[in-house]
């Protein structure tokens, strides 16, 4: 599958539900950023909704790294999101 802007992921996922196998891989050299993966997180509702609605409130971490909402992600990536009440 070529191409995985919203159209294309939209097909790979119209594929699977069809019953195809897919596998998708995105191969640009800045993928959409954490920020776009909190917002869909969000947008699926129920409890993601909940703990991902307070947009300011969360801090990221990408490899165990601190990082602003802007930061790129590439494949492999280990993604955590921090609520404000995490201390250590």
Do not use: I
Request: aromatic share 8%.
């Amino acid at each position: 599958m070529l191409g995985l802007g919203e159209s294309g992921l939209a097909m790979a996922r119209w594929c699977a539900r069809a019953g195809a196998r897919v596998t998708v891989w995105d191969s640009r050299d800045a993928p959409p950023q954490l920020a776009a993966l909190r917002e869909h997180l969000r947008a699926r509702g129920g409890n993601y909704g909940t703990a991902f609605s307070e947009r300011t409130l969360l801090r990221f971490a990408v490899n165990q790294d601190m990082v602003q909402p802007a930061a790129a992600l590439k494949a492999g990536d280990e993604v955590a999101f921090f609520p404000p009440v995490t201390g250590g």
